[in-house]
Protein backbone atom coordinates (compact mmCIF):
# COMPACT_ATOMS: atom_id res chain seq x y z
CA UNK A 1 0.00 0.00 0.00
CA UNK A 2 1.14 3.04 -0.94
CA UNK A 3 1.37 6.34 1.33
CA UNK A 4 -1.61 8.58 0.08
CA UNK A 5 -0.78 12.22 -0.50
CA UNK A 6 -3.04 14.61 -1.84
CA UNK A 7 -2.64 14.23 -5.69
CA UNK A 8 -1.70 10.12 -5.15
CA UNK A 9 -4.74 8.35 -3.87
CA UNK A 10 -4.97 5.22 -1.87
CA UNK A 11 -4.28 2.04 -3.66
CA UNK A 12 -3.54 -1.64 -3.20
CA UNK A 13 -0.13 -2.85 -5.02
CA UNK A 14 -0.10 -6.54 -5.39
CA UNK A 15 3.83 -8.13 -5.47
CA UNK A 16 4.40 -10.32 -8.50
CA UNK A 17 4.93 -13.85 -7.33
CA UNK A 18 9.03 -15.18 -8.09
CA UNK A 19 7.12 -18.06 -9.71
CA UNK A 20 5.39 -15.79 -11.59
CA UNK A 21 5.92 -18.05 -15.03
CA UNK A 22 4.67 -20.82 -13.23
CA UNK A 23 1.17 -19.60 -12.93
CA UNK A 24 -0.08 -19.50 -17.17
CA UNK A 25 0.64 -21.49 -19.57
CA UNK A 26 1.99 -18.59 -22.16
CA UNK A 27 4.37 -17.61 -19.41
CA UNK A 28 5.78 -20.95 -18.88
CA UNK A 29 6.50 -21.56 -22.78
CA UNK A 30 8.22 -18.24 -22.90
CA UNK A 31 10.20 -19.47 -19.60
CA UNK A 32 11.17 -22.72 -21.32
CA UNK A 33 11.35 -20.82 -24.42
CA UNK A 34 14.38 -18.52 -22.47
CA UNK A 35 15.87 -21.38 -20.74
CA UNK A 36 16.55 -23.25 -24.11
CA UNK A 37 19.51 -20.76 -24.29
CA UNK A 38 21.46 -22.55 -21.54
CA UNK A 39 21.33 -25.67 -23.46
CA UNK A 40 23.06 -23.68 -26.41
CA UNK A 41 25.54 -23.09 -24.05
CA UNK A 42 25.83 -26.91 -23.30
CA UNK A 43 26.13 -27.43 -27.04
CA UNK A 44 28.97 -25.14 -27.17
CA UNK A 45 30.78 -26.61 -24.27
CA UNK A 46 30.36 -30.27 -25.72
CA UNK A 47 31.78 -29.18 -29.25
CA UNK A 48 34.91 -27.62 -27.35
CA UNK A 49 35.59 -30.76 -25.81
CA UNK A 50 34.59 -32.69 -28.40
CA UNK A 51 37.32 -30.33 -31.10
CA UNK A 52 39.97 -30.82 -27.69
CA UNK A 53 39.38 -34.62 -27.85
CA UNK A 54 40.33 -34.69 -31.44
CA UNK A 55 43.03 -32.44 -30.98
CA UNK A 56 44.41 -34.92 -28.55
CA UNK A 57 44.36 -38.24 -30.67
CA UNK A 58 42.54 -41.19 -31.60
CA UNK A 59 43.03 -42.57 -28.29
CA UNK A 60 41.80 -39.49 -26.64
CA UNK A 61 38.55 -39.00 -29.14
CA UNK A 62 37.90 -42.76 -28.54
CA UNK A 63 37.40 -41.94 -24.69
CA UNK A 64 35.16 -38.93 -25.49
CA UNK A 65 32.94 -40.87 -27.18
CA UNK A 66 32.92 -43.20 -24.86
CA UNK A 67 31.39 -40.90 -22.59
CA UNK A 68 29.40 -39.63 -25.10
CA UNK A 69 27.49 -43.00 -24.51
CA UNK A 70 26.73 -42.59 -20.98
CA UNK A 71 22.74 -42.62 -20.33
CA UNK A 72 23.34 -39.37 -18.31
CA UNK A 73 24.83 -37.60 -21.14
CA UNK A 74 22.56 -39.13 -23.53
CA UNK A 75 19.54 -37.95 -21.40
CA UNK A 76 21.38 -34.32 -21.45
CA UNK A 77 21.59 -34.42 -24.66
CA UNK A 78 18.55 -35.73 -25.53
CA UNK A 79 16.88 -32.94 -23.66
CA UNK A 80 19.05 -30.41 -24.79
CA UNK A 81 18.11 -31.70 -28.39
CA UNK A 82 14.27 -30.99 -27.71
CA UNK A 83 15.18 -27.43 -26.09
CA UNK A 84 17.25 -26.30 -29.31
CA UNK A 85 14.07 -27.61 -31.28
CA UNK A 86 12.42 -25.30 -29.48
CA UNK A 87 14.86 -22.77 -30.07
CA UNK A 88 14.80 -22.84 -33.83
CA UNK A 89 10.99 -23.34 -34.05
CA UNK A 90 10.29 -19.89 -31.94
CA UNK A 91 13.10 -18.56 -33.22
CA UNK A 92 11.85 -18.60 -37.07
CA UNK A 93 8.05 -18.21 -36.26
CA UNK A 94 8.91 -15.11 -34.25
CA UNK A 95 11.02 -13.89 -37.40
CA UNK A 96 8.72 -12.19 -39.28
CA UNK A 97 7.13 -10.14 -36.36
CA UNK A 98 10.63 -8.48 -35.65
CA UNK A 99 10.83 -7.94 -40.20
CA UNK A 100 8.24 -6.46 -41.20
CA UNK A 101 8.93 -6.95 -45.04
CA UNK A 102 6.86 -4.74 -47.43
CA UNK A 103 6.68 -5.03 -50.99
CA UNK A 104 4.73 -4.05 -53.99
CA UNK A 105 2.72 -1.77 -50.72
CA UNK A 106 1.74 -4.57 -49.10
CA UNK A 107 3.59 -6.29 -45.97
CA UNK A 108 4.75 -10.29 -46.86
CA UNK A 109 2.64 -12.97 -44.78
CA UNK A 110 4.64 -14.04 -41.79
CA UNK A 111 4.35 -17.51 -43.57
CA UNK A 112 6.29 -16.09 -46.57
CA UNK A 113 9.18 -14.80 -44.19
CA UNK A 114 9.06 -18.31 -41.89
CA UNK A 115 8.79 -20.86 -44.67
CA UNK A 116 12.31 -19.62 -46.34
CA UNK A 117 13.40 -19.90 -42.77
CA UNK A 118 12.36 -23.18 -42.50
CA UNK A 119 13.67 -24.28 -45.85
CA UNK A 120 17.16 -22.65 -45.33
CA UNK A 121 17.04 -24.56 -42.05
CA UNK A 122 16.34 -28.69 -43.96
CA UNK A 123 18.97 -27.40 -46.17
CA UNK A 124 21.69 -26.17 -44.19
CA UNK A 125 20.62 -29.44 -41.85
CA UNK A 126 21.39 -31.67 -44.37
CA UNK A 127 24.57 -29.91 -45.78
CA UNK A 128 25.99 -30.60 -42.34
CA UNK A 129 24.75 -34.36 -42.21
CA UNK A 130 26.41 -34.98 -45.64
CA UNK A 131 30.02 -33.33 -44.93
CA UNK A 132 29.99 -35.24 -41.33
CA UNK A 133 28.54 -38.51 -42.97
CA UNK A 134 30.84 -38.49 -45.74
CA UNK A 135 34.57 -39.86 -44.37
CA UNK B 1 26.76 12.75 -33.54
CA UNK B 2 23.80 10.24 -33.07
CA UNK B 3 21.92 9.45 -29.54
CA UNK B 4 22.31 5.94 -27.74
CA UNK B 5 26.42 5.94 -28.35
CA UNK B 6 26.31 4.90 -24.64
CA UNK B 7 23.93 2.60 -25.04
CA UNK B 8 25.58 -0.85 -26.41
CA UNK B 9 22.58 -2.45 -25.98
CA UNK B 10 22.26 -2.23 -29.90
CA UNK B 11 25.34 -3.94 -30.33
CA UNK B 12 24.22 -6.54 -27.38
CA UNK B 13 20.88 -7.52 -29.05
CA UNK B 14 22.76 -7.99 -32.63
CA UNK B 15 24.98 -10.46 -31.42
CA UNK B 16 22.14 -12.07 -29.51
CA UNK B 17 20.11 -12.19 -32.69
CA UNK B 18 22.91 -13.52 -34.99
CA UNK B 19 23.39 -16.18 -32.16
CA UNK B 20 19.93 -17.00 -32.75
CA UNK B 21 19.45 -17.49 -36.53
CA UNK B 22 22.95 -19.75 -36.18
CA UNK B 23 21.68 -21.51 -33.51
CA UNK B 24 18.07 -22.16 -34.79
CA UNK B 25 19.96 -23.30 -37.99
CA UNK B 26 22.93 -25.54 -37.02
CA UNK B 27 22.70 -26.65 -33.57
CA UNK B 28 19.70 -29.22 -34.15
CA UNK B 29 21.33 -31.14 -36.95
CA UNK B 30 25.14 -31.10 -34.36
CA UNK B 31 22.97 -32.54 -31.25
CA UNK B 32 20.95 -34.47 -33.28
CA UNK B 33 24.27 -36.60 -35.09
CA UNK B 34 26.89 -36.15 -32.44
CA UNK B 35 24.59 -36.26 -28.47
CA UNK B 36 22.04 -39.42 -30.21
CA UNK B 37 22.55 -40.65 -33.30
CA UNK B 38 26.56 -41.88 -33.16
CA UNK B 39 26.51 -42.72 -29.23
CA UNK B 40 23.09 -44.86 -29.87
CA UNK B 41 24.25 -46.25 -32.81
CA UNK B 42 21.42 -45.15 -35.01
CA UNK B 43 24.13 -44.07 -37.58
CA UNK B 44 27.93 -45.28 -38.14
CA UNK B 45 29.99 -42.54 -36.64
CA UNK B 46 32.50 -41.45 -38.99
CA UNK B 47 35.73 -42.28 -38.58
CA UNK B 48 38.68 -40.43 -36.10
CA UNK B 49 40.89 -39.89 -39.06
CA UNK B 50 37.93 -38.48 -41.39
CA UNK B 51 36.65 -35.74 -38.32
CA UNK B 52 40.81 -34.81 -37.48
CA UNK B 53 41.12 -33.98 -41.26
CA UNK B 54 37.90 -32.26 -41.16
CA UNK B 55 39.12 -30.72 -38.48
CA UNK B 56 42.36 -29.13 -40.03
CA UNK B 57 40.07 -27.49 -42.87
CA UNK B 58 40.34 -23.74 -41.81
CA UNK B 59 36.49 -23.29 -43.28
CA UNK B 60 35.60 -25.87 -40.50
CA UNK B 61 37.59 -23.96 -37.89
CA UNK B 62 36.41 -20.67 -38.88
CA UNK B 63 32.61 -22.41 -39.18
CA UNK B 64 33.05 -23.56 -35.89
CA UNK B 65 34.30 -20.84 -34.24
CA UNK B 66 31.82 -18.45 -35.04
CA UNK B 67 28.99 -20.74 -33.67
CA UNK B 68 30.36 -21.58 -30.48
CA UNK B 69 30.83 -17.66 -30.47
CA UNK B 70 27.42 -16.36 -31.59
CA UNK B 71 25.44 -18.85 -30.04
CA UNK B 72 27.73 -17.95 -26.77
CA UNK B 73 26.68 -14.56 -26.98
CA UNK B 74 22.90 -15.82 -27.73
CA UNK B 75 22.79 -17.14 -23.99
CA UNK B 76 24.81 -14.39 -22.45
CA UNK B 77 21.73 -11.97 -23.69
CA UNK B 78 19.36 -14.72 -22.98
CA UNK B 79 19.69 -15.73 -20.13
CA UNK B 80 20.96 -12.32 -18.57
CA UNK B 81 16.93 -11.36 -18.87
CA UNK B 82 15.86 -15.00 -17.55
CA UNK B 83 17.64 -14.65 -14.13
CA UNK B 84 16.67 -11.06 -14.29
CA UNK B 85 12.94 -11.74 -14.55
CA UNK B 86 12.56 -15.42 -13.57
CA UNK B 87 14.50 -15.16 -10.57
CA UNK B 88 13.53 -11.51 -9.62
CA UNK B 89 17.43 -10.32 -8.93
CA UNK B 90 18.10 -6.93 -11.05
CA UNK B 91 19.26 -5.54 -8.68
CA UNK B 92 22.24 -8.06 -8.99
CA UNK B 93 22.95 -6.92 -12.45
CA UNK B 94 26.39 -6.17 -12.45
CA UNK B 95 27.12 -9.71 -11.35
CA UNK B 96 24.55 -11.19 -13.68
CA UNK B 97 26.27 -9.01 -16.74
CA UNK B 98 29.77 -10.01 -15.45
CA UNK B 99 28.84 -13.85 -15.43
CA UNK B 100 26.84 -13.92 -18.52
CA UNK B 101 28.99 -11.49 -20.71
CA UNK B 102 32.26 -12.75 -19.13
CA UNK B 103 31.62 -16.51 -19.57
CA UNK B 104 30.73 -15.88 -23.42
CA UNK B 105 34.02 -13.73 -23.58
CA UNK B 106 36.08 -16.76 -22.15
CA UNK B 107 34.32 -19.10 -24.01
CA UNK B 108 35.11 -17.10 -27.79
CA UNK B 109 39.03 -17.20 -25.92
CA UNK B 110 38.65 -20.69 -25.49
CA UNK B 111 37.36 -21.35 -28.74
CA UNK B 112 39.58 -19.25 -30.18
CA UNK B 113 42.82 -21.07 -28.29
CA UNK B 114 41.38 -24.43 -29.45
CA UNK B 115 40.66 -24.05 -32.80
CA UNK B 116 43.83 -22.19 -33.51
CA UNK B 117 46.26 -24.12 -32.07
CA UNK B 118 45.54 -27.50 -33.65
CA UNK C 1 -19.66 -14.84 -9.79
CA UNK C 2 -16.59 -13.45 -8.06
CA UNK C 3 -15.38 -10.18 -7.98
CA UNK C 4 -12.54 -8.59 -6.41
CA UNK C 5 -13.89 -5.65 -3.55
CA UNK C 6 -11.10 -3.38 -2.13
CA UNK C 7 -12.10 -0.55 0.19
CA UNK C 8 -9.27 1.25 0.48
CA UNK C 9 -9.93 3.41 3.54
CA UNK C 10 -11.88 0.21 5.54
CA UNK C 11 -9.58 -2.76 4.21
CA UNK C 12 -5.90 -3.77 4.56
CA UNK C 13 -5.94 -6.17 1.50
CA UNK C 14 -8.60 -6.67 -1.78
CA UNK C 15 -10.85 -10.17 -1.25
CA UNK C 16 -13.22 -11.84 -3.19
CA UNK C 17 -17.05 -11.89 -2.92
CA UNK C 18 -19.32 -14.18 -4.55
CA UNK C 19 -22.31 -12.96 -6.13
CA UNK C 20 -25.32 -14.78 -8.38
CA UNK C 21 -25.96 -13.50 -11.01
CA UNK C 22 -28.20 -15.19 -13.92
CA UNK C 23 -26.78 -16.59 -17.43
CA UNK C 24 -28.28 -15.61 -19.78
CA UNK C 25 -27.33 -16.38 -23.59
CA UNK C 26 -26.10 -12.70 -25.24
CA UNK C 27 -24.99 -11.47 -21.69
CA UNK C 28 -21.20 -10.59 -21.28
CA UNK C 29 -19.40 -10.23 -18.31
CA UNK C 30 -19.92 -6.52 -18.40
CA UNK C 31 -23.90 -7.25 -18.26
CA UNK C 32 -22.84 -9.47 -15.25
CA UNK C 33 -21.56 -6.65 -13.14
CA UNK C 34 -24.21 -4.07 -14.18
CA UNK C 35 -26.60 -6.61 -12.78
CA UNK C 36 -25.00 -7.10 -9.48
CA UNK C 37 -24.41 -2.97 -9.09
CA UNK C 38 -28.67 -2.32 -9.86
CA UNK C 39 -29.66 -5.04 -8.14
CA UNK C 40 -27.57 -6.60 -5.60
CA UNK C 41 -24.68 -4.47 -4.25
CA UNK C 42 -24.92 -0.63 -5.23
CA UNK C 43 -21.75 0.68 -4.00
CA UNK C 44 -19.56 -2.11 -6.60
CA UNK C 45 -16.96 -0.28 -8.30
CA UNK C 46 -16.15 -0.56 -12.20
CA UNK C 47 -15.04 1.68 -15.35
CA UNK C 48 -16.98 1.01 -18.14
CA UNK C 49 -18.50 3.52 -20.77
CA UNK C 50 -19.04 2.29 -24.53
CA UNK C 51 -20.30 -1.61 -24.24
CA UNK C 52 -19.00 -1.97 -27.69
CA UNK C 53 -14.97 -2.80 -27.84
CA UNK C 54 -14.03 0.80 -28.67
CA UNK C 55 -13.85 3.13 -25.18
CA UNK C 56 -11.04 0.58 -23.83
CA UNK C 57 -12.21 1.34 -20.20
CA UNK C 58 -13.36 -1.65 -18.89
CA UNK C 59 -10.44 -4.19 -18.87
CA UNK C 60 -10.73 -6.65 -15.91
CA UNK C 61 -9.12 -9.89 -15.49
CA UNK C 62 -11.55 -12.28 -16.65
CA UNK C 63 -10.29 -15.97 -14.90
CA UNK C 64 -6.99 -14.56 -14.70
CA UNK C 65 -6.76 -13.66 -18.45
CA UNK C 66 -6.85 -9.97 -19.57
CA UNK C 67 -10.18 -9.10 -21.26
CA UNK C 68 -12.52 -6.39 -22.46
CA UNK C 69 -15.34 -7.26 -19.86
CA UNK C 70 -17.80 -5.64 -22.27
CA UNK C 71 -16.49 -8.47 -25.32
CA UNK C 72 -16.42 -11.17 -22.82
CA UNK C 73 -19.50 -13.77 -22.83
CA UNK C 74 -20.75 -15.27 -19.26
CA UNK C 75 -21.85 -18.40 -21.71
CA UNK C 76 -18.09 -19.12 -22.48
CA UNK C 77 -17.70 -19.72 -18.64
CA UNK C 78 -20.64 -21.97 -17.91
CA UNK C 79 -21.73 -23.00 -15.33
CA UNK C 80 -19.31 -20.95 -13.52
CA UNK C 81 -18.33 -19.26 -11.27
CA UNK C 82 -16.13 -16.59 -13.10
CA UNK C 83 -13.63 -14.91 -11.21
CA UNK C 84 -13.69 -10.84 -12.01
CA UNK C 85 -10.55 -9.26 -11.05
CA UNK C 86 -8.79 -5.56 -11.41
CA UNK C 87 -6.03 -5.74 -13.77
CA UNK C 88 -3.02 -6.69 -12.64
CA UNK C 89 0.20 -4.83 -12.63
CA UNK C 90 -1.86 -1.95 -12.11
CA UNK C 91 -2.12 -0.36 -8.43
CA UNK C 92 -5.74 -0.81 -6.76
CA UNK C 93 -7.61 2.19 -6.11
CA UNK C 94 -11.18 0.64 -5.28
CA UNK C 95 -12.51 -2.80 -6.41
CA UNK C 96 -12.32 -3.40 -9.85
CA UNK C 97 -10.65 0.41 -10.78
CA UNK C 98 -7.05 0.73 -11.24
CA UNK C 99 -4.55 3.40 -11.28
CA UNK C 100 -3.47 4.17 -14.96
CA UNK C 101 -1.39 7.24 -14.45
CA UNK C 102 1.71 5.38 -14.74
CA UNK C 103 0.27 4.82 -18.28
CA UNK C 104 -0.20 8.53 -19.29
CA UNK C 105 3.28 9.37 -18.09
CA UNK C 106 4.81 6.70 -19.73
CA UNK C 107 2.47 7.59 -23.17
CA UNK C 108 3.67 11.25 -22.97
CA UNK C 109 7.61 10.30 -22.91
CA UNK C 110 6.65 8.68 -26.15
CA UNK C 111 5.67 11.42 -28.05
CA UNK C 112 2.53 9.88 -29.81
CA UNK C 113 1.78 12.81 -32.03
CA UNK C 114 3.05 14.04 -35.33
CA UNK C 115 6.40 15.86 -34.83
CA UNK C 116 7.96 18.09 -37.56
CA UNK C 117 11.59 19.77 -38.05
CA UNK C 118 9.15 22.65 -39.78
CA UNK C 119 5.79 23.22 -39.67
CA UNK C 120 4.30 24.09 -43.00
CA UNK C 121 1.87 26.83 -42.89
CA UNK C 122 -1.79 25.91 -43.13
CA UNK C 123 -2.26 27.93 -46.39
CA UNK C 124 0.14 25.10 -47.99
CA UNK C 125 -2.74 22.45 -47.20
CA UNK C 126 -2.51 19.17 -45.26
CA UNK C 127 0.28 16.56 -45.30
CA UNK C 128 -0.89 14.21 -47.71
CA UNK C 129 -0.55 10.52 -47.62
CA UNK C 130 -0.60 7.16 -49.64
CA UNK C 131 -3.21 4.55 -48.90
CA UNK C 132 -0.13 2.55 -48.88
CA UNK C 133 1.56 4.71 -46.73
CA UNK C 134 -1.10 4.96 -44.13
CA UNK C 135 -1.42 0.60 -44.40
CA UNK C 136 2.65 0.44 -43.00
CA UNK C 137 0.97 2.09 -39.68
CA UNK C 138 -2.37 1.27 -39.45
CA UNK C 139 -2.34 -1.75 -37.42
CA UNK C 140 -0.15 -0.24 -34.62
CA UNK C 141 -2.78 2.73 -34.88
CA UNK C 142 -5.75 0.76 -33.91
CA UNK C 143 -4.97 1.09 -30.07
CA UNK C 144 -7.87 2.30 -27.51
CA UNK C 145 -5.41 2.66 -24.56
CA UNK C 146 -7.24 -0.16 -22.78
CA UNK C 147 -4.58 -1.67 -20.87
CA UNK C 148 -4.89 -5.20 -21.11
CA UNK C 149 -1.20 -5.36 -22.95
CA UNK C 150 0.15 -3.80 -19.56
CA UNK C 151 -1.81 -6.80 -17.77
CA UNK C 152 -0.46 -9.33 -19.59
CA UNK C 153 3.19 -8.05 -19.43
CA UNK C 154 5.37 -9.74 -16.88
CA UNK C 155 8.06 -7.51 -17.54
CA UNK C 156 6.07 -4.06 -16.71
CA UNK C 157 4.94 -6.45 -13.60
CA UNK C 158 8.32 -6.73 -12.21
CA UNK C 159 10.10 -3.44 -13.28
CA UNK C 160 7.33 -0.74 -13.23
CA UNK C 161 10.27 1.57 -14.89
CA UNK C 162 9.54 -0.42 -18.55
CA UNK C 163 7.78 2.02 -20.70
CA UNK C 164 5.35 -0.97 -21.43
CA UNK C 165 3.77 -2.52 -24.73
CA UNK C 166 1.21 -0.06 -25.62
CA UNK C 167 3.25 3.43 -25.33
CA UNK C 168 6.13 1.52 -27.52
CA UNK C 169 3.87 0.04 -29.99
CA UNK C 170 2.22 3.82 -30.16
CA UNK C 171 5.87 5.18 -30.88
CA UNK C 172 6.09 2.94 -33.21
CA UNK C 173 2.84 4.13 -35.01
CA UNK C 174 4.22 7.65 -35.37
CA UNK C 175 7.77 6.40 -36.23
CA UNK C 176 5.80 4.58 -39.26
CA UNK C 177 4.02 7.34 -40.36
CA UNK C 178 5.12 9.35 -43.66
CA UNK C 179 4.48 12.35 -42.16
CA UNK C 180 6.31 12.19 -38.97
CA UNK C 181 10.18 13.42 -38.71
CA UNK C 182 10.14 12.50 -35.13
CA UNK C 183 12.12 8.86 -35.12
CA UNK C 184 15.48 10.67 -33.67
CA UNK C 185 13.53 12.72 -30.90
CA UNK C 186 11.65 9.35 -30.01
CA UNK C 187 14.53 6.87 -30.39
CA UNK C 188 16.90 8.94 -27.51
CA UNK C 189 14.20 8.49 -24.97
CA UNK C 190 12.98 4.46 -25.73
CA UNK C 191 16.20 3.26 -26.82
CA UNK C 192 17.17 3.50 -22.71
CA UNK C 193 17.01 0.02 -20.79
CA UNK C 194 13.39 0.89 -19.60
CA UNK C 195 12.47 1.52 -23.23
CA UNK C 196 12.80 -0.80 -25.99
CA UNK C 197 15.47 -3.14 -24.66
CA UNK C 198 13.76 -3.73 -21.23
CA UNK C 199 11.27 -6.55 -23.86
CA UNK C 200 12.07 -9.64 -24.04
CA UNK C 201 9.40 -10.77 -26.37
CA UNK C 202 7.46 -12.57 -24.15
CA UNK C 203 4.57 -11.79 -26.77
CA UNK C 204 1.75 -12.13 -24.67
CA UNK C 205 0.44 -8.85 -25.15
CA UNK C 206 -0.01 -9.52 -28.61
CA UNK C 207 -2.01 -12.26 -27.50
CA UNK C 208 -4.68 -10.19 -25.19
CA UNK C 209 -4.86 -7.22 -27.70
CA UNK C 210 -8.28 -6.45 -28.30
CA UNK C 211 -7.05 -4.70 -31.49
CA UNK C 212 -4.40 -7.45 -32.94
CA UNK C 213 -2.49 -4.20 -32.47
CA UNK C 214 0.67 -6.56 -31.76
CA UNK C 215 2.59 -4.37 -29.62
CA UNK C 216 5.36 -7.19 -29.35
CA UNK C 217 6.10 -6.79 -32.89
CA UNK C 218 6.34 -3.35 -32.95
CA UNK C 219 8.75 -3.47 -30.26
CA UNK C 220 10.86 -5.57 -31.93
CA UNK C 221 10.47 -3.69 -35.45
CA UNK C 222 11.47 -0.87 -33.35
CA UNK C 223 14.67 -2.95 -31.75
CA UNK C 224 15.80 -3.42 -35.75
CA UNK C 225 15.42 0.19 -36.44
CA UNK C 226 17.21 1.16 -33.13
CA UNK C 227 20.27 -1.46 -34.07
CA UNK C 228 20.44 0.13 -38.06
CA UNK C 229 20.55 3.10 -36.58
CA UNK C 230 23.45 2.20 -33.99
CA UNK C 231 25.52 0.67 -37.04
CA UNK C 232 25.02 3.62 -39.08
CA UNK C 233 26.63 5.77 -36.31
CA UNK C 234 29.50 3.21 -35.78
CA UNK C 235 30.17 2.86 -39.23
CA UNK C 236 30.01 6.88 -40.06
CA UNK C 237 30.30 8.95 -36.64
CA UNK C 238 31.09 11.81 -38.45
CA UNK C 239 27.47 11.63 -40.37
CA UNK C 240 25.68 13.88 -37.62
CA UNK C 241 22.33 13.98 -37.32
Redesign the interface.
Known sequence: MNAPTEYLPKSYRTRVSTYWWLHRWPYLKFILRELSSVFVAWFVILTLLQVSAIAGGAAGYAQFQEWLQNPIVILLNLVSFLFVLLHAVTWFNLAPKAMAVRMGGKRVPDLLIAGPNYVAWAVVSAAVAWIVLRG | MSHNKRSNEPFLWLLFSAGGVVAAMVIPIHLLLFGLAFPLGWLNPPSYQSLADLLHNPVTRLYLFVVCTLSLFHWAHRFRYTLYDGLQIKHLNELINTFCYGGAIVGTVVAGYLLWSL | MEVTR?H??RD???GLQSYEVPLRKEWVVLDALNYVKDKLDGSLTFRWSCRMGVCGSCGMMVN?EPKLTCATFLTDYAPGPVRVEPM??F???RDLVV?ASDFLVKLTKSKPWIIRKEEKPIAEGEYLQT??QL??YKQFSMCINCLLCYAAC??Y???PLFSGPAALALAQRYNMDSRDQGT?ER??IL???DGI?GC?????C??VCPKHV?P??AI??Y??T??K?????FLM?W???
Do not use: C, M
Open positions: YPGAEPGRNPILDPEDTPVGLDDLDSQHWTFVGDTRDAGQQKLATEWVKSPGGK
